[in-house]
């Protein structure tokens, strides 16, 4: 499943699909164990997107928050129910300033993993 969302003026949001292909990615080290039900597979950058790979074993809410350097809260998702697999946030890479550090927080079922992403 692909999530896409594209960061608009003032923080707000647009809802956007995208369909992948492959440019640059990178693996993500959120910290996955053999216990935990769902896992940050990995990022890419593809034309003007960043997009952000996870799965989840079950289906169920998967919340994601994004904030900046100074841990100011950007966005929020809007807590849909994913079934289980690989689904993708996708974000315009023009919403984001180029050298800033982004935190994405993704909570699973009280799970809780981190991805860091520089521009």
């Not at 594209?6 to 164990?33: C, I, Q, V």
């Not at 597979?41 to 079950?58: A, E, S």
């Amino acid at each position: 499943m692909v999530i896409g969302i594209a960061l608009a003026s003032a923080n707000g949001l647009s809802a956007e699909r995208f369909d992948s292909g492959n440019e640059a990615s990178k693996t993500a080290d959120s910290g996955d164990d053999a216990n935990s039900m769902f896992s940050v597979v990995g990022y890419q950058f593809q034309q003007d997107f960043l997009i952000i790979t996870y799965n989840i074993r079950y289906p169920g809410m998967t919340k994601v928050k994004l904030f900046d350097s100074s841990q100011t809260l950007l966005w929020r998702s809007q807590y849909v129910n994913d079934e289980e697999g690989d689904h993708q946030l996708v974000l315009r890479k023009s919403a984001l300033t180029t050298g800033n550090q982004y935190l994405f927080e993704f909570d699973y079922k009280n799970q809780k993993k981190t991805l860091s992403i520089s521009l």
